[in-house]
């Protein structure tokens, strides 16, 4: 069994900065993948950014610039630096996790989400 624990959510006003945190813990034998997404209300779910085992990454057009995503493999951990942050940035923003078990069965996992509130 895995958790994932989201934490840095919140209020800010806009141009303000977040950090969010996502740590993972449990049956894991190694993570690839990680990455953000964030649904707005009457949205569709949406890739934010990604980042690779080989910390690659992947940036929505709409984040580029202003988000970093970077990744602690020792602590299972992935962050997302916001800065600049705009109104249409509030969503409620999703971790993801692709990884492996110690039975070497491969898994997609999310995060239970966390509220991102950016007022005008």
């Known amino acids: 069994q895995v958790q994932l624990v989201e934490s840095g959510g919140g209020l800010v006003q806009a141009g303000g900065s977040l950090r969010l945190s996502c740590a993972a813990s449990?049956?894991?034998?190694?993570?690839?993948?990680m990455g953000w997404y964030r649904q707005a209300p009457g949205k569709q779910r949406e890739l934010v950014a990604t980042i690779s085992s080989g910390s690659s990454t992947n940036y929505a057009d709409s984040v580029k610039g202003r988000f970093t995503i970077s990744r602690d493999n020792a602590k299972n951990t992935v962050y997302l630096q916001m800065i600049s942050l705009k109104p249409e940035d509030t969503a409620v923003y999703y971790c993801n996790v692709n990884y492996t078990d110690y039975d070497v069965y491969e898994y997609d996992y999310w995060g239970q989400g966390t509220q991102v509130t950016v007022s005008s």
């Open positions: 449990g049956s894991i034998f190694s993570i690839t993948d």
